[in-house]
């Protein structure tokens, strides 16, 4: 059965929504750096710490994980930067 929504793996990154992870200071350039990127077809990736396994049995009612998909955590104030660059609905 297929899903409503794919990713699409040839998709490109095109532009940063926000601020870097060195100008909000969460992170040493040396391991690792969360972010926040458009795709060229309008997809948006997240570079974060994969807490999948913390969070998966107390994940809120309603919520539910694929087995091919992961719950990433990022920095609050890399998405409150990225807010400008995130279109209204």
Request: aromatic share 4%; net charge negative.
């Amino acid at each position: 059965m297929s899903r409503p929504w794919e990713a699409d793996p040839s998709a490109s990154f095109t532009h940063r929504l926000g601020k870097s992870a060195e100008e909000l200071g969460n992170t040493d350039g040396k391991t690792g750096c969360p972010d926040i990127w458009q795709l060229d077809n309008g997809d948006v990736a997240v570079i974060g710490r994969d807490l999948t396994v913390a969070y998966t049995s107390r994940l809120p009612e309603g919520v539910t994980l694929a087995a091919d998909e992961r719950l990433v955590i990022l920095p609050g104030n890399m998405l409150s930067a990225a807010k400008a660059d995130i279109p209204d609905a």
